[in-house]
């Protein structure tokens, strides 16, 4: 009837030992320098003779050092406060950059979407990549370097009828509008409709070889159509437009 709680009482000591194990390692990932690592280390070792001594029975020698071991860890924030406050300072901004960077993408969703609604508004053809994970310059030709903020007013500004550059493709790296007026590649798919404009055509060929995203806006009936893969999602409204490259793009492309 004595072994259960033997038992119970030796896990509950064991679970207490591998969490103050784990403080120790987290408190590792904060810290750096040479001092905080031999500190760390000292304190493991002493976390491991405390274990043994328990596992012993000598009693009086694991209390003395489960002592010093609470104490130390009092010790070890007061040594090394500025270093903690540092390193979740850091945290702090990490997230706060990442707060940014979905901040930045939805902008730019926001300034892609306006420009394809004025642009189909209006029934002029537009057709806009959106690089992903998969570099695209080895598929595109000729354009016009650019390296420009993307905004809806540049964008509607290209596929002007009077613009030099309105029959080429609008290119999106890295946050940036790179280039315009750019050739792509057309879909040699026997299986693709012989109706489809040049520019869906175009739009599909790319996305057969990248895993980039196209914005394609019809000049014969101004409806909006996304390109991923291959595949061409049509007649996108205002809300499923915005929804949809939402899913499709990632703050890590456009960073």
Same mark, same amino acid.
Not at 140 to 158: H, N, P, Q, Y
Not at 161 to 181: C, E, F, M, N, W
Not at 232 to 240: A, G, V, W
């Given at each position: 009837?004595?072994? &259960?709680?033997?038992? =119970?009482?030796?896990?509950?000591?064991?679970?207490?030992?591998?969490?103050?194990?784990?403080?120790?390692?987290?408190?590792?990932?904060?810290?750096?320098?040479?001092?905080?690592?031999?500190?760390?280390?000292?304190?493991?070792?002493?976390?491991? &003779?405390?274990?043994?001594?328990?596992?012993?029975?000598?009693?009086?020698?694991?209390?003395?050092?489960?002592?010093?071991?609470?104490?130390?860890?009092?010790?070890?924030?007061?040594?090394?406060?500025?270093?903690?406050?540092?390193?979740?300072?850091?945290?702090?901004?990490?997230?706060?950059?990442?707060?940014?960077?979905?901040?930045?993408?939805?902008?730019?969703?926001?300034?892609?979407?306006?420009?394809?609604?004025?642009?189909?508004?209006?029934?002029?053809?537009?057709?806009?990549?959106?690089?992903?994970?998969?570099?695209?310059?080895?598929?595109?030709?000729?354009?016009?370097?650019?390296?420009?903020?993307?905004?809806?007013?540049?964008?509607?500004?290209?596929?002007?009828?009077?613009?030099?550059?309105?029959?080429?493709?609008?290119?999106?790296?890295?946050?940036?509008?790179?280039?315009?007026?750019?050739?792509?590649?057309?879909?040699?798919?026997?299986?693709?409709?012989?109706?489809?404009?040049?520019?869906?055509?175009?739009?599909?060929?790319?996305?057969?070889?990248?895993?980039?995203?196209?914005?394609?806006?019809?000049?014969?009936?101004?409806?909006?159509?996304?390109?991923?893969?291959?595949?061409?999602?049509?007649? =996108?409204?205002?809300?499923?437009?915005?929804?949809?490259?939402?899913?499709?793009?990632?703050?890590?492309?456009?960073?």
């Amino acid at each position: 009837m004595t072994e &259960f709680p033997q038992n =119970l009482s030796l896990i509950l000591q064991t679970l207490d030992i591998a969490l103050a194990a784990f403080v120790i390692y987290r408190l590792s990932l904060l810290i750096n320098g040479a001092l905080a690592v031999r500190i760390l280390a000292s304190l493991s070792l002493l976390l491991i &003779f405390s274990m043994a001594a328990r596992l012993a029975g000598l009693h009086t020698v694991h209390l003395l050092l489960k002592a010093v071991i609470a104490s130390s860890f009092v010790a070890l924030v007061v040594i090394f406060q500025t270093d903690i406050r540092l390193a979740f300072a850091t945290m702090n901004r990490g997230r706060q950059g990442k707060e940014r960077e979905v901040e930045e993408v939805d902008s730019i969703i926001e300034e892609l979407a306006t420009a394809a609604e004025s642009l189909a508004g209006r029934q002029i053809g537009a057709l806009i990549v959106i690089e992903r994970s998969m570099s695209i310059d080895n598929f595109i030709a000729v354009g016009t370097d650019i390296d420009a903020k993307v905004t809806s007013e540049l964008i509607s500004s290209i596929f002007l009828p009077y613009s030099p550059i309105h029959d080429g493709a609008v290119i999106i790296q890295k946050g940036k509008l790179t280039r315009a007026g750019c050739f792509l590649p057309l879909t040699q798919n026997p299986d693709i409709s012989k109706n489809l404009g040049t520019r869906h055509r175009a739009a599909i060929g790319l996305t057969e070889l990248v895993d980039a995203v196209v914005l394609v806006v019809s000049e014969e009936t101004g409806s909006i159509s996304l390109v991923v893969g291959g595949h061409k999602s049509d007649d =996108l409204d205002s809300i499923t437009l915005r929804k949809v490259l939402r899913k499709l793009i990632e703050p890590r492309w456009l960073s």
